[in-house]
């Protein structure tokens, strides 16, 4: 795992990872998802809203209005949990996403929304005593089926699907067909009505050098297939994901086999040898007298060889205790390293502040608490903890200071001098000094939990639909449902073209690094999208 994450973690967005800028008409390099997220996104939704005309067709469109519009309001929430936008600190990002995800789920899979009293829910997120808090979306929260358009089949007992199997073997087989074709025909005319062909990402270049594009006919079938596959391990409960409860102990002192590593001898298993071999014996008399005729001689053998002291049972119970134990103990910590890797949305008990030091659940050494720690590191805020799924807030930075991005994107925390290189240190907010010049626009309300912005601010000044001059009307635009509610009601032909990553800043409209320039080399030269 180690291994395939940090492989991960090096390949950055193209415009991190080169040291000049290509032009910005250049988008070969980028990544499916960021050019479908970076560039003329209203062109493509107002196209796939012309060209829907069945109720299927329809539904998908109204699903894509729903996620830009969740886009542009939420994901500046995200960047200011991470302290930067998802060019800049790319995995981070992601583990954010994940928390947040989390949290809004077991928000809003309740009966009764809860309370928040500070960073305190009723109910809590987890409790011990009974085992129950919020629900998980890790263990059940079934996204796969949210969207099975294609009736995919789960899996048979004790296996998993066939979309699992399908991506990890890499051959996708037929299972694409069983997506809509009307919707992959919608999706496909729509982007190439909106991005000349010359102007979408390629995927390399053949050995007779034909470029392989990125997009296809098959694409968003084939994007089904991997969807269904990541969201069945990430949210269907089975496997190490579940966060196993291991049950009352026996009282017993752990056997020391088990904390050597070794396995244990028949006596450490609670197995008395020489009483064994007794009543082995004693179980062939049994069988002999009652073989021969003499049943009364073979009842008094075989009661003889069953009242024998061959097994310890309160030893054999504390061994399996123990074992059960230590494979629970396992399971979970591959849980809470792949939580923490990014790669899998926590349990509940994961989503308070109590565990968290600067947005980071794991616990730092003492020495990390003392500034300065290089000159090039900020002193670090005395604070006990910021929930990786609530805004940070907005004060003076300082040793004594409630922690606040005092400036907005912040830089990469590398591990190395080198320039660029990759989120190494994801996992804490970013403390160094630096920022992306030129700094952006933070408008974000303080101390704020998630469910604010799906439904609990309204619309705000006009909301997403009004066009505004380039780079932003820094504005606030409100919640995600009422920007998606207006967005549906009036089409997207008023809807400018807004990277929906919020990079740069809220609500900044689609934009392109100028040729020559990198964020390396401040200040980032930024220009409207042509």
Not at 314 to 341: C, H, P, S
Request: hydrophobic fraction near 40%; glycine fraction near 8%; include cysteine.
């Amino acid at each position: 795992m180690e291994v395939v994450l940090g492989s991960i973690l090096t390949l950055g967005p193209w415009m991190e990872m080169n040291q000049t800028t290509p032009a910005p008409t250049e988008n070969i390099a980028d990544r499916r998802f960021e050019f479908l997220r970076w560039h003329k996104t209203s062109e493509f939704v107002q196209s796939l809203t012309a060209n829907a005309t069945s109720d299927n067709q329809k539904a998908y469109v109204f699903g894509w209005q729903c996620h830009m519009a969740s886009s542009i309001t939420a994901e500046p929430f995200i960047n200011n949990i991470t302290g930067g936008p998802y060019r800049t600190h790319w995995w981070r990002n992601r583990l954010v996403g994940n928390f947040v995800d989390s949290w809004t789920f077991g928000f809003f899979e309740q009966p009764v929304a809860p309370t928040m009293n500070g960073d305190t829910p009723t109910p809590a997120y987890f409790d011990p005593t009974t085992s129950t808090g919020w629900p998980a979306l890790c263990d059940g929260g079934n996204l796969q089926d949210k969207f099975n358009v294609g009736n995919l089949s789960g899996p048979a007992p004790d296996d998993v699907p066939a979309s699992v199997k399908a991506m990890a073997n890499g051959d996708l087989g037929t299972l694409p067909n069983s997506f809509p074709a009307e919707i992959s025909k919608l999706f496909s005319k729509a982007l190439n009505d909106t991005y000349p062909a010359a102007t979408q990402p390629v995927l390399g270049v053949t050995s007779t050098f034909q470029t392989i594009p990125a997009f296809d006919d098959t694409t968003l079938a084939n994007a089904y297939v991997g969807a269904s596959a990541v969201y069945w391990f990430m949210t269907s409960g089975h496997g190490a994901l579940v966060n196993s409860v291991l049950g009352p102990g026996t009282g017993m002192p752990e056997p020391t086999w088990i904390t050597q590593g070794s396995t244990p001898s028949p006596a450490q298993a609670g197995v008395n040898i020489g009483a064994a071999i007794c009543a082995a014996i004693l179980a062939a008399l049994a069988a002999l007298f009652t073989l021969g005729g003499a049943l009364p001689l073979g009842l008094l053998a075989l009661e003889a060889a069953l009242s024998v002291p061959v097994i310890d049972w309160g030893t054999v119970e504390n061994e399996l205790f123990w074992l059960r134990k230590t494979l629970i103990d396992e399971e979970n910590l591959m849980q809470k390293i792949l939580v923490m890797g990014g790669l899998a949305y926590p349990p509940p008990v994961m989503l308070g502040a109590q565990v968290n030091f600067m947005g980071n659940n794991v616990t730092l050494p003492a020495t990390d608490l003392t500034p300065p720690l290089n000159p090039s590191i900020s002193p670090v805020p005395n604070i006990t903890g910021i929930p990786l799924c609530k805004s940070n807030e907005l004060t003076t930075e300082g040793i004594n200071a409630t922690f606040i991005p005092a400036s907005y994107p912040r830089w990469l925390d590398t591990k190395s001098t080198v320039a660029p290189s990759a989120d190494l240190n994801f996992a804490v907010f970013p403390l160094t000094i630096k920022t992306e010049t030129k700094a952006t626009d933070n408008p974000i309300p303080p101390n704020t939990y998630p469910q604010t912005f799906v439904n609990g601010f309204g619309l705000k000044n006009g909301g997403i639909v009004s066009a505004e001059p380039y780079p932003t009307s820094n504005l606030f635009f409100g919640d995600a449902v009422s920007n998606a509610v207006q967005l549906i009601a009036d089409g997207p032909s008023k809807l400018p073209d807004y990277n929906l990553d919020g990079d740069r800043g809220y609500g900044w409209l689609a934009w392109d690094a100028v040729a020559g320039s990198n964020p390396f080399n401040v200040p980032v030269q930024d220009m409207q999208e042509v």
